[in-house]
């Protein structure tokens, strides 16, 4: 009941650059049988009916504030509410799936993860996380696959050359070693699997039966359907198409007090959790700029298409694919930028890599390409070709089809994947600010992370030992 025990009366408010100032008094302590909302004092019925008190209606008051409605955002606020007593409001520049989480493709498979990596915990964990959510839906009646279009399709990661099908076969070893259960395929095992599949004798692939999927608009429909049954106990609001421009920072230890937003400010009493995924970088750059604070989260945006085809029977695709190319192409790093700017060599930063996955509801998706582009989320018909003309080159009946002839039942999602140029999301508490956290930066397995993350967000802003070690994701690496 952290919320009960303090409020806040504001005397006075002064913008100072671009950093509000804003006076504000503490009252600890929930003793008195009144409690502030606006300038009244109401009677203690009144206040106890919802733990979130307007301080007056441009003004509220939470535990934590979490900036970032993606699904890295509302795991956390999931993983919260359930988990402890503390109110939670969640801020937004624009509404759910807006980001990156809209467009991802959805699995959450570990064929093409390393054992042993600084990340594999973290993986391992959040994997078991979606597993036991999955199966405890299953346990209240409910059916995984509408609730998060969740489909238990295994994946293989596809090799065509020697070199890829021995890093297969070694990958396939580690995966057994470290306890998933792991196939190496053949190429006939492959071509029995995947009749669809352009497979020769030197072709072979890493396949883990286990492996899941999801649809990322049902999962994060369904988690802010979980998060909305707490607002009528006082402990959930949601704020979209606000997007957050400052903080607030007071008190005699300079601690961070609240968020302000385009609309109002949010004060927190626990914690602020930015979770702007591929905007951490300008986000934290613009919130902290007149604090004197050296602070540069180097996230950038990397651009993704994805080709979605509805009602497509001409390929059939019976688990998820992935080439083995997949994984150079997402530990590539980024090149140099332009003069500083958001600007890059188109030429030198395209990758395209084969992934294909049936959805929910039978669709195809075609993914996907990566690019350091900036921040726009422009369609780029050419890279749609690219993501085509790949498809082709791993399933012949696509090269007889032309992509122009699917106009109408073709969609395309494009996102922008938090990239870090040393391959792990920042995860934790910002130096010199405790009650600040950043969790962002997970490039192309947010999803996949995002119930890990909100776990280990969770125990860190409740003072718990951690499940996993998140010395690896500190945000000490950039101070
Ligand atoms: C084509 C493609 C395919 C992908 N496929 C997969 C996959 O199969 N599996 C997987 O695990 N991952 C996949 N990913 C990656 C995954 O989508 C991302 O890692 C994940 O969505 C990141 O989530 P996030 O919450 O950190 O960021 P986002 O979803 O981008 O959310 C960040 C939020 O912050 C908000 N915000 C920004 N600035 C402000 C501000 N000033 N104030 C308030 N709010 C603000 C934004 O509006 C946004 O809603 C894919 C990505 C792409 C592009």
């Keep these: 009941m952290a919320l009960a025990s303090t409020f806040y009366l504001n005397t006075l408010h002064t913008h100072n650059n671009d950093t509000l100032s804003l006076r504000t008094t503490r009252y600890p302590g929930f003793a008195s049988n009144s409690s502030l909302i606006g300038s009244k004092l109401l009677p203690r019925s009144s206040a106890v009916k919802s733990r979130i008190r307007p301080i007056s209606a441009s003004h509220e008051a939470f535990d ?76 209240q009646g409910l059916n995984p696959l509408e609730e998060l279009g969740w489909k238990k399709t295994g994946s293989i990661l596809v090799g065509r050359t020697h070199s890829e099908t021995d890093m297969l076969k070694k990958r396939t070893k580690h995966l057994i070693e470290a306890g998933l259960k792991a196939e190496y395929l053949c190429s006939s095992d492959l071509f029995n699997k995947e009749p669809a599949l352009l497979v020769d004798e030197d072709s072979g692939a890493a396949f883990l039966p286990d492996d899941c999927q999801l649809d990322a608009h049902r999962t994060v429909a369904y988690i802010e359907k979980a998060n909305k049954n707490f607002t009528s106990k006082g402990r959930y ?13 007071g008190g005699s230890n300079g601690e961070v007090e609240g968020v302000e937003t385009t609309k109002k400010r949010l004060y927190s009493k626990k914690a602020i959790i930015v979770a702007t995924g591929s905007w951490t970088g300008s986000v934290m750059h613009d919130l902290v700029r007149n604090w004197g604070m050296q602070l540069n989260i180097p996230i950038r945006p990397r651009k993704g298409h994805l080709l979605v085809l509805e009602n497509f029977n001409s390929l059939p695709v019976n688990h998820g694919l992935m080439e083995a190319g997949y994984v150079d192409h997402q530990t590539a790093p980024s090149p140099p930028m332009v003069s500083g700017l958001e600007r890059y060599d188109h030429g030198r930063t395209l990758s395209v890599s084969m992934t294909a996955t049936v959805d ?83 490039e192309g397995e947010g999803l996949a992370l995002a119930l890990g993350t909100a776990e280990l967000v969770t125990d860190m802003v409740l003072g718990r030992p951690t499940k996993v070690d998140d010395g690896p994701f500190s945000v000490h690496r950039f101070c």
Aim: proline share 5%; aromatic share 8%; hydrophobic share 40%.
């Design 64 to 139: 934590v504030v979490v900036i970032g409605a993606g699904i890295i955002g509302l795991s956390i606020a999931r993983q919260l509410l359930i988990e402890s007593d503390l109110s939670v409001a969640v801020v937004d520049k624009a509404v759910p799936c807006s980001g990156a989480t809209g467009a991802g493709q959805g699995y959450l498979w570990m064929v093409h993860k390393t054992p042993g990596s600084e990340k594999w915990d973290l993986n391992m964990r959040s994997y078991k996380l979606w597993n036991m959510l999955a199966e405890s839906l299953q346990k």
């Design 237 to 249: 609001a949601e704020f979209y198409n606000e997007p957050v421009k400052c903080l607030i920072r």
């Design 360 to 442: 929910a509801v039978g669709n195809i998706l075609l993914g996907s390409s990566r690019e350091f582009v900036g921040f726009s989320t422009d369609l780029d018909e050419s890279i749609v070709n690219h993501i085509w003309k790949r498809a082709g080159d791993f399933f012949p009946t696509l090269k007889t089809l032309s992509l122009s002839d699917l106009s109408a039942s073709r969609n395309v999602r494009v996102g922008l994947r938090p990239y870090m140029p040393d391959g792990k999301p920042v995860i934790g508490p910002v130096p010199g600010l405790s009650n600040l956290y950043l969790a962002a930066g997970h």
